[in-house]
Protein backbone atom coordinates (compact mmCIF):
# COMPACT_ATOMS: atom_id res chain seq x y z
CA UNK A 1 0.00 0.00 0.00
CA UNK A 2 1.12 3.82 -0.98
CA UNK A 3 1.02 5.34 2.76
CA UNK A 4 2.27 9.01 3.47
CA UNK A 5 3.68 10.47 6.44
CA UNK A 6 3.23 13.71 7.00
CA UNK A 7 4.67 16.16 9.50
CA UNK A 8 5.03 19.86 9.98
CA UNK A 9 8.44 20.08 10.82
CA UNK A 10 12.13 18.08 10.12
CA UNK A 11 11.86 17.04 13.72
CA UNK A 12 8.36 15.55 13.41
CA UNK A 13 9.74 13.15 10.73
CA UNK A 14 12.99 13.24 11.82
CA UNK A 15 13.08 9.59 13.18
CA UNK A 16 11.29 7.94 9.92
CA UNK A 17 14.73 9.13 7.83
CA UNK A 18 17.49 7.95 10.79
CA UNK A 19 15.31 4.34 10.63
CA UNK A 20 14.81 3.99 6.73
CA UNK A 21 16.70 4.07 3.85
CA UNK A 22 15.21 6.99 1.97
CA UNK A 23 15.39 8.02 -1.91
CA UNK A 24 14.63 11.94 -2.31
CA UNK A 25 12.09 13.90 -4.65
CA UNK A 26 11.27 17.31 -4.72
CA UNK A 27 8.16 18.72 -6.09
CA UNK A 28 6.69 22.68 -5.65
CA UNK A 29 9.58 23.56 -2.71
CA UNK A 30 8.49 20.11 -0.99
CA UNK A 31 11.22 17.63 -0.09
CA UNK A 32 9.85 13.89 -0.37
CA UNK A 33 11.62 10.61 1.13
CA UNK A 34 10.43 7.44 -0.59
CA UNK A 35 10.98 4.37 1.30
CA UNK A 36 10.08 0.67 1.42
CA UNK A 37 9.03 -0.65 5.02
CA UNK A 38 6.67 -3.22 6.13
CA UNK A 39 5.64 -4.10 2.47
CA UNK A 40 4.39 -0.81 2.54
CA UNK A 41 5.98 1.77 0.06
CA UNK A 42 6.36 5.20 2.21
CA UNK A 43 6.17 8.54 1.10
CA UNK A 44 7.53 10.85 4.03
CA UNK A 45 7.80 14.90 4.18
CA UNK A 46 7.54 18.04 6.33
CA UNK A 47 5.02 20.37 5.06
CA UNK A 48 6.42 23.51 7.35
CA UNK A 49 4.12 24.82 9.65
CA UNK A 50 0.75 26.04 9.57
CA UNK A 51 -2.39 25.21 7.43
CA UNK A 52 -2.23 26.11 4.15
CA UNK A 53 1.53 24.31 4.16
CA UNK A 54 0.13 21.26 5.11
CA UNK A 55 -2.67 21.43 3.07
CA UNK A 56 -0.43 21.66 -0.16
CA UNK A 57 1.81 18.75 0.88
CA UNK A 58 -1.35 16.48 1.42
CA UNK A 59 -2.75 17.55 -1.63
CA UNK A 60 0.85 16.62 -3.68
CA UNK A 61 0.89 13.34 -1.54
CA UNK A 62 -2.48 12.54 -2.44
CA UNK A 63 -2.62 13.87 -6.66
CA UNK A 64 1.15 12.85 -7.27
CA UNK A 65 2.27 10.22 -5.17
CA UNK A 66 -1.08 8.72 -5.21
CA UNK A 67 -1.35 7.50 -1.80
CA UNK A 68 -3.74 5.69 -0.31
CA UNK A 69 -3.64 6.42 3.41
CA UNK A 70 -2.26 9.55 5.09
CA UNK A 71 -0.69 9.80 8.38
CA UNK A 72 0.21 12.81 10.57
CA UNK A 73 2.67 12.85 13.23
CA UNK A 74 3.72 15.54 15.56
CA UNK A 75 3.13 17.50 18.28
CA UNK A 76 0.22 19.59 20.35
CA UNK A 77 -0.44 21.89 22.82
CA UNK A 78 -2.93 19.87 25.66
CA UNK A 79 -5.90 22.07 26.74
CA UNK A 80 -7.49 19.73 28.97
CA UNK A 81 -6.06 18.50 32.06
CA UNK A 82 -6.28 14.92 32.25
CA UNK A 83 -3.45 15.13 28.89
CA UNK A 84 0.23 15.74 29.98
CA UNK A 85 3.23 16.41 28.24
CA UNK A 86 5.00 13.32 26.65
CA UNK A 87 1.56 11.68 26.70
CA UNK A 88 0.13 10.26 22.80
CA UNK A 89 -2.96 11.20 21.45
CA UNK A 90 -5.18 10.42 18.38
CA UNK A 91 -7.76 12.96 17.05
CA UNK A 92 -11.05 11.18 16.59
CA UNK A 93 -12.17 14.50 15.11
CA UNK A 94 -10.66 18.15 13.55
CA UNK A 95 -11.86 21.69 13.51
CA UNK A 96 -10.50 24.44 12.28
CA UNK A 97 -10.52 27.21 15.34
CA UNK A 98 -9.45 30.21 13.36
CA UNK A 99 -12.24 29.97 10.69
CA UNK A 100 -14.83 32.43 11.50
CA UNK A 101 -17.68 34.03 9.59
CA UNK A 102 -19.58 34.67 13.04
CA UNK A 103 -20.61 38.28 11.63
CA UNK A 104 -22.80 36.54 9.60
CA UNK A 105 -24.70 34.23 12.27
CA UNK A 106 -22.82 31.16 11.29
CA UNK A 107 -20.97 28.96 14.20
CA UNK A 108 -17.31 29.36 14.35
CA UNK A 109 -15.05 27.06 12.82
CA UNK A 110 -18.19 26.73 10.04
CA UNK A 111 -18.11 28.08 6.61
CA UNK A 112 -20.84 26.94 4.06
CA UNK A 113 -20.11 23.56 2.00
CA UNK A 114 -18.38 22.28 4.51
CA UNK A 115 -19.14 21.10 8.25
CA UNK A 116 -17.72 21.64 10.95
CA UNK A 117 -15.71 18.70 12.30
CA UNK A 118 -13.62 15.84 9.71
CA UNK A 119 -13.74 12.94 11.20
CA UNK A 120 -10.66 10.49 11.34
CA UNK A 121 -10.61 7.17 9.76
CA UNK A 122 -12.31 4.40 12.62
CA UNK A 123 -9.98 1.48 10.88
CA UNK A 124 -6.74 3.34 11.18
CA UNK A 125 -7.62 4.89 14.78
CA UNK A 126 -8.76 1.16 15.97
CA UNK A 127 -4.80 -0.39 14.42
CA UNK A 128 -3.48 2.51 16.42
CA UNK A 129 -5.34 1.53 19.45
CA UNK A 130 -4.23 -2.34 19.12
CA UNK A 131 -0.81 -0.85 18.56
CA UNK A 132 -0.46 1.01 21.54
CA UNK A 133 -2.39 -2.00 23.37
CA UNK A 134 0.24 -4.48 22.19
CA UNK A 135 3.25 -2.18 23.36
CA UNK A 136 2.02 -1.70 26.28
CA UNK A 137 1.80 1.84 25.99
CA UNK A 138 -1.15 4.21 26.93
CA UNK A 139 -2.74 6.31 23.61
CA UNK A 140 -5.82 8.15 24.22
CA UNK A 141 -8.13 10.16 21.88
CA UNK A 142 -9.77 13.19 21.82
CA UNK A 143 -10.89 15.70 19.69
CA UNK A 144 -7.97 18.09 18.11
CA UNK A 145 -8.74 22.16 16.60
CA UNK A 146 -6.16 23.34 14.46
CA UNK A 147 -5.50 26.94 13.59
CA UNK A 148 -2.53 29.35 11.99
CA UNK A 149 -1.64 30.92 15.90
CA UNK A 150 0.94 29.07 18.74
CA UNK A 151 -1.26 29.04 21.54
CA UNK A 152 0.05 30.23 24.56
CA UNK A 153 -2.94 32.10 26.41
CA UNK A 154 -5.42 30.53 28.97
CA UNK A 155 -8.16 32.93 27.77
CA UNK A 156 -7.86 31.66 24.71
CA UNK A 157 -6.85 28.01 25.32
CA UNK A 158 -9.98 28.07 27.43
CA UNK A 159 -12.49 29.30 24.58
CA UNK A 160 -11.02 26.96 21.88
CA UNK A 161 -11.56 24.29 24.95
CA UNK A 162 -15.05 25.05 25.31
CA UNK A 163 -16.16 26.38 21.72
CA UNK A 164 -14.93 23.01 20.26
CA UNK A 165 -14.51 20.68 22.87
CA UNK A 166 -11.39 20.10 21.82
CA UNK A 167 -8.97 18.61 23.77
CA UNK A 168 -5.44 19.59 21.83
CA UNK A 169 -4.44 21.97 19.73
CA UNK A 170 -1.98 22.72 16.75
CA UNK A 171 -1.72 24.24 13.29
CA UNK A 172 -2.06 21.55 10.59
CA UNK A 173 -4.51 18.74 11.29
CA UNK A 174 -7.65 20.20 10.76
CA UNK A 175 -6.23 21.22 7.24
CA UNK A 176 -4.85 17.71 6.36
CA UNK A 177 -8.07 16.51 7.42
CA UNK A 178 -10.13 18.73 5.50
CA UNK A 179 -7.82 17.83 1.69
CA UNK A 180 -7.92 13.87 2.84
CA UNK A 181 -11.79 13.69 3.48
CA UNK A 182 -12.34 15.89 -0.01
CA UNK A 183 -9.99 13.08 -2.13
CA UNK A 184 -11.80 10.12 0.33
CA UNK A 185 -8.33 8.86 1.60
CA UNK A 186 -8.45 7.74 4.96
CA UNK A 187 -6.29 9.37 7.23
CA UNK A 188 -5.15 9.28 10.63
CA UNK A 189 -3.85 12.19 13.12
CA UNK A 190 -1.49 11.69 15.98
CA UNK A 191 -0.06 13.98 18.30
CA UNK A 192 2.23 13.80 21.06
CA UNK A 193 1.48 16.67 23.61
CA UNK A 194 4.42 19.07 24.07
CA UNK A 195 2.68 22.26 26.02
CA UNK A 196 -0.19 22.72 27.89
CA UNK A 197 -0.79 25.85 25.81
CA UNK A 198 -1.57 28.33 28.15
CA UNK A 199 0.54 31.36 29.82
CA UNK A 200 4.47 30.84 28.47
CA UNK A 201 3.41 27.65 26.67
CA UNK A 202 6.62 28.29 24.15
CA UNK A 203 9.25 27.63 27.18
CA UNK A 204 7.91 24.02 26.99
CA UNK A 205 7.27 23.79 23.78
CA UNK A 206 11.25 24.53 23.11
CA UNK A 207 12.13 22.15 25.81
CA UNK A 208 9.92 19.20 24.95
CA UNK A 209 9.06 19.09 21.54
CA UNK A 210 11.53 17.18 20.25
CA UNK A 211 11.26 14.46 22.33
CA UNK A 212 7.43 14.58 22.24
CA UNK A 213 7.89 14.40 18.27
CA UNK A 214 9.94 11.56 18.81
CA UNK A 215 7.09 9.77 20.85
CA UNK A 216 4.65 10.28 18.23
CA UNK A 217 6.81 9.16 15.22
CA UNK A 218 7.87 6.08 16.50
CA UNK A 219 4.44 5.32 17.42
CA UNK A 220 3.39 5.81 13.57
CA UNK A 221 6.58 3.58 12.70
CA UNK A 222 4.89 0.84 14.76
CA UNK A 223 1.47 1.77 13.63
CA UNK A 224 2.71 1.06 10.08
CA UNK A 225 3.58 -2.54 10.92
CA UNK A 226 0.21 -3.45 11.21
CA UNK A 227 -1.82 -1.89 8.40
N1 LIG B 1 1.71 22.73 18.69
C1 LIG B 1 2.26 22.36 19.86
N2 LIG B 1 1.88 23.19 20.85
C2 LIG B 1 1.05 24.09 20.30
C3 LIG B 1 0.35 25.22 20.80
N3 LIG B 1 0.43 25.56 22.09
N4 LIG B 1 -0.39 25.94 19.93
C4 LIG B 1 -0.45 25.60 18.63
N5 LIG B 1 0.21 24.56 18.10
C5 LIG B 1 0.95 23.80 18.92
Same mark, same amino acid.
Given at each position: MKIAILGAMPEEIDPFIVEIPTQIDYYAGNKFYKAEFAGHELFIAYSKIGKVNAAITATLLIE??? *??ALLFTGVAGALKDNFKIGELLYATKLAQHDLDISAFGHPVGYVPGNEIFVNTSKKLNKIAVKTAKDLGLTLKSGVIASGDQFICDDDKKAWIAKTFGADAVEMEGASVAQVCSAFKVPFFIMRAIS? *?????AEIDYDEFMENSAKTSADFVLKMIEKI
Amino acid at each position: MKIAILGAMPEEIDPFIVEIPTQIDYYAGNKFYKAEFAGHELFIAYSKIGKVNAAITATLLIEKFK *VEALLFTGVAGALKDNFKIGELLYATKLAQHDLDISAFGHPVGYVPGNEIFVNTSKKLNKIAVKTAKDLGLTLKSGVIASGDQFICDDDKKAWIAKTFGADAVEMEGASVAQVCSAFKVPFFIMRAISD *VAGHKAEIDYDEFMENSAKTSADFVLKMIEKI
